[in-house]
């Protein structure tokens, strides 16, 4: 069973991958940004739904459907921003409604303010704010130069997803002390280093093959990168450890969406930071 269970999550991941991979391959096409958007949207929102009914399995209350909605909304006029002549103000002021609107629901429905506006907050900037760097990402350069967007975007997810594999393949195979037995019983040093040399090692093939970035600096990328995406792991494995539930949801072999994305809650916001400053003339 544990070996059905391996290769099933090998299998399965390694599907949800090169389909993620053609998808941005063809994402500047004409119009395909909306299906690229569409996808992006579910992800963040089935993200949210798993992170707030392990918030609801710890007895609290947040309010999912405004936060959802806030989202939702907040993401789109990033989206609207990058295809339509809509002021960039629009996401900053989508960002300070969803900051203030919490607090205007707990003034008429009080109940336990502080845990059900926290939960609430910590839902929008622990999943939808990450996550909406990986369509950022994506369209973060001009026109003239639009595909290196899509190149960035799959360095993100192979150096964050090769390394989450390796780590998984390592530790499995290999592994024998423990990494964070509090947090993650499974995970193990072994599959931690093994994580990390995956991670360096596909960004140095980047670096030979489709970025103009040093062999330095490919080499700290991926450093860096590894170590956000195993933090990203056991950040989920901690939340979902106290609120006492397995997976986040039931996705056959991988558990759930959150599952899948975990590893790249780190990882999308510090690249797309890198591009800022590597590029700051783009933004």
């Known amino acids: 069973m544990k070996h059905k269970s391996f290769y099933q999550r090998i299998l399965v991941g390694s599907i949800l991958t090169v389909l993620m991979l053609l998808i941005i391959s063809y994402s500047h096409r004409p119009l395909v940004w909306i299906p690229f958007a569409t996808i992006v949207a579910l992800i963040i929102s089935a993200s949210l739904l798993e992170f707030f009914q392990m918030a609801k399995n710890k007895g609290l209350y947040p309010k999912t459907e405004l936060i959802l909605t806030l989202s939702i909304v907040y993401f789109a006029s990033w989206v609207f921003f990058y295809h339509t002549s809509l002021s960039p103000l629009l996401p900053s002021s989508v960002l300070l409604a969803t900051l203030i609107a919490p607090f205007l629901v707990a003034f008429r429905r009080g109940e336990e303010p502080i845990k059900t506006i926290s939960v609430s907050l910590f839902g929008f900037f622990y999943i939808t704010l990450p996550l909406t760097c990986f369509y950022l990402i994506n369209y973060y350069f001009p026109t003239e130069d639009a595909q290196s967007g899509p190149i960035w975007l799959l360095y993100l997810v192979l150096v964050t997803k090769v390394g989450d594999m390796m780590a998984y393949f390592i530790g499995s195979k290999l592994g024998e002390k423990k990494l964070a037995p509090k947090i993650s019983p499974k995970k193990t040093l072994e599959g931690s280093l093994g994580g990390l040399l995956g991670s360096i090692v596909t960004s140095l093939i980047f670096s030979f093959t489709a970025l103009e970035i040093g062999l330095f600096e490919s080499i700290l990328l991926g450093f860096v990168m590894g170590v956000l995406g195993q933090l990203g792991d056991l950040a989920e494995s901690l939340l979902k ?43």
Not at 257 to 264: A, G
């Open 241 to 283: 450890r106290d609120a006492g539930v397995k997976d986040s949801s039931s996705l056959p072999g991988l558990g759930g969406v959150l599952d899948i994305v975990d590893s790249m809650i780190f990882t999308c916001p510090f690249i797309f930071l890198y591009l800022i400053h590597r590029w700051p003339e783009c933004l």
